[in-house]
């Protein structure tokens, strides 16, 4: 059964900087496209951006130019550095692969900017 554990999360103002990680467990890690996913309140889930097993990447509109998404392989881990960060990047981060079937979701990382 695949674990994942997401940190890193926190309270920063607007144009503060968080990295978030997330650790996986249970799973051939390597091999699959992760992806890095937020819930804002009273909103459904979205993607943010993507990392394939070759290192190819993928930022929704909201993120690019401003989050980073890497992987490293040998720890089981994948991260999202987040500059310049907004109050509407309020929302709760989860790590999850790429597309149906997702694993069972972690607890997610709360990030919360203030104006």
């Known amino acids: 059964q695949v674990q994942l554990v997401e940190s890193g999360g926190g309270l920063v103002q607007a144009g503060g900087s968080l990295k978030l990680s997330c650790a996986a467990s249970?799973?051939?890690?390597?091999?699959?496209?992760m992806g890095w996913y937020r819930q804002p309140p009273g909103k459904q889930r979205e993607l943010v951006a993507t990392?394939?097993?070759?290192?190819?990447?993928f930022h929704a509109d909201s993120a690019r130019g401003r989050f980073t998404i890497s992987r490293d392989d040998a720890k089981n881990t994948v991260n999202l550095q987040m500059n310049s960060l907004k109050p509407e990047d309020t929302a709760v981060y989860y790590c999850?692969?790429?597309?149906?079937?997702?694993?069972?979701w972690g607890q997610g990382t709360q990030v919360t900017v203030s104006s």
């Open positions: 990392i394939t097993s070759g290192g190819s990447t």
């Open positions: 999850n692969r790429l597309g149906r079937p997702f694993w069972d």
């Open positions: 249970g799973t051939i890690f390597s091999i699959y496209t």
